[in-house]
């Protein structure tokens, strides 16, 4: 069988020629399927679609997350903050649902199938979201389901890298998975910033009665999104194709292929997964998870506390700080794909949690000077009580809403409320700045290498619900981060707080020492290739 063989003028950086010279006519002996020039370019075609899809999941969350809560106001007086809570955290629930099942799905039957119904439901829950100001009475639950749906379409980030994996041979695999995750990350960047955009039409904006509908700053986002959902189902239609190559980029046959045995199985796929290594990775993807959760969380109320900022000043000041930290990541996802082919994926990984777990060391107070005291906040009120749902939503956002309606000036300051204002020191601004540069080094290190490392362990076998249960774990992980920092931190404060932060990082850090050696490719670990590094 003839093949053409890819040029290196083709090929990009971290892309690199399948076969070449000699060693083709070797492979070839071997193998009688190669890749040609045409299957290569079609799977990066269909790889970048994937990109484009996963920097569509993440635009899906964040275009709205400062909107919602003005816009939950006004559509139903009778919602509170606990109630915000819910709707916050139903993109999560509704992610980690989604995530194992559109997995398992993916595993049977083309992928293409999953990818257009989850794009399509999210595309039906963000028109929801754009009417849910429509019904006379119980909005809020409507605004509820529609976040809930947007979270459940959200789910076939399982099939993007489940199918990334499987279209990418073991040197491609980094640089690919570095790409997605930058995707992503670009994603949670520009949703706020088209929001912004969006603000430009005002609060009434335009209505269009025939439809019943209103087009102002909180439904054009979501119906922006709905927009590009469409174009990304239009572009999965015309460009997606099934592709598979092996650990060695060799084109393979793929069990999600339209008219292809289902009983024909790949010879490199023979072997059994180390479900320790699966394990081991997922509870280390929940923890880094985990801990950025942790930290996007604590950020308005730790500097509210600690340097009397207002609610304005605060989300403002944070809100660049986590823009910067989110171009710092973008950088490292750009940079962790050379250094991996020097290091190895699991050294960098090492690193990465190492260094997370200094950014949060460093975050524990020190020295003698205590913050600020909010002694306001007790004259004529007493001590705040926390519901189970509030424990569900962002911690600042409810505790900057919930003034009391006595105040016409806004408090600044540690609430006396919380006890341990009175005796723990200030975390002085560089410290915090300190390790919030940290942390956004750290984070996309491990996040990448986790993916990465998850993939290669897995091997030429089906990925999607192995995938599915990493985004599930992911996903819980964003959701019991700030039910855990909203607890420890304001009834037990930062020292509390970043020091059981710290411990859970430490104890990541053995369970890598210990399962380090099993974290190896699968067809590293069965002989059918060497590995590069360790």
């Known amino acids: 069988m003839a093949a053409a063989v890819c040029s290196p003028e083709v090929a990009a950086e971290g892309q690199e020629p399948l076969l070449s010279g000699g060693e083709a006519a070797e492979e070839e002996e071997s193998r009688e399927v190669v890749e040609t020039q045409e299957h290569y370019k079609s799977r990066w075609r269909s790889i970048w679609i994937m990109y484009l899809t996963m920097f569509l999941s993440s635009v899906g969350f964040s275009i709205v997350i400062m909107s919602v809560w003005p816009y939950l106001q006004k559509i139903d007086p009778t919602a509170d903050a606990s109630f915000l809570g819910w709707i916050i955290a139903s993109y999560s629930i509704g992610q980690m649902v989604a995530s194992p099942l559109f997995g398992l799905w993916s595993n049977y039957r083309p992928r293409r199938e999953p990818l257009v119904v989850s794009t399509a439901i999210s595309v039906a829950a963000n028109c929801l979201y754009a009417y849910v100001h429509v019904p006379h009475s119980h909005n809020k639950y409507y605004m509820l389901t529609a976040r809930a749906l947007v979270g459940f379409g959200a789910g076939n980030v399982a099939v993007v890298r489940s199918y990334i994996a499987g279209a990418t041979s073991l040197k491609e695999r980094t640089s690919a998975m570095a790409n997605t995750s930058a995707c992503q990350a670009v994603g949670f960047i520009l949703g706020p910033v088209f929001q912004t955009c969006f603000t430009l039409i005002g609060e009434e904006g335009i209505t269009w009665k025939l439809v019943d509908l209103q087009l102002n700053m909180y439904t054009a986002p979501v119906l922006f999104g709905a927009l590009l959902g469409v174009i990304n189902i239009i572009l999965i239609f015309a460009i997606f194709r099934e592709h598979r190559v092996d650990d060695m980029g060799r084109q393979s046959k793929s069990i999600n292929f339209e008219g292809e045995e289902s009983g024909v199985l790949d010879q490199d796929a023979e072997g059994n997964v180390d479900h320790v290594a699966v394990v081991a990775i997922n509870f280390l993807f929940f923890v880094i998870l985990f801990v950025f959760a942790v930290f996007e969380t604590i950020a308005t109320p730790l500097t509210m506390d600690m340097y009397s900022w207002t609610r304005k000043e605060a989300v403002f000041y ?21 250094l991996s082919k020097r290091t190895g ?57 919930q003034l009391p309606s006595n105040h016409t000036v806004e408090p600044v300051g540690c609430p006396v409320t919380q006890s341990w204002c009175l005796n723990t020191p200030m975390i002085y601004l560089a410290q915090y700045i300190s390790s919030d540069i940290l942390i956004g ?7 990448v290498m986790s993916y990465t490392l998850y993939s290669k362990i897995l091997g030429p076998k089906p990925q999607g619900v192995y995938m599915g249960w990493l985004t599930a774990s992911g996903s819980g992980a964003r959701i019991l981060g700030p039910v855990f920092v909203s607890q420890i931190y304001t009834h037990l404060g930062p020292r509390w707080a970043f020091s059981l932060i710290c411990g859970v990082v430490v104890v990541s850090l053995l369970l890598l020492e210990i399962v380090y050696k099993r974290l190896i490719a699968f067809s590293v670990r069965y002989g059918r290739m060497q590995e590069e590094n360790c």
């Open 318 to 338: 944070n809100g660049i700080i986590l823009s910067v930290v989110g171009i710092e990541s973008v950088i490292v996802f750009m940079v962790v794909k050379t």
């Open 345 to 401: 994926e699991r050294a960098i990984l090492h690193g990465g949690l190492l260094i997370v777990l200094v950014g949060f060391f460093i975050l524990l107070p020190w020295g003698k000077k205590l913050p600020n005291i909010q002694w306001e906040e007790i004259k004529n009120n007493s001590i705040p009580r926390t519901t189970s749902t509030e424990m569900l939503m962002p911690f600042w956002s409810w505790q900057a809403m």
């Open 441 to 447: 080094l750290g984070y996309p290190v491990c996040n």
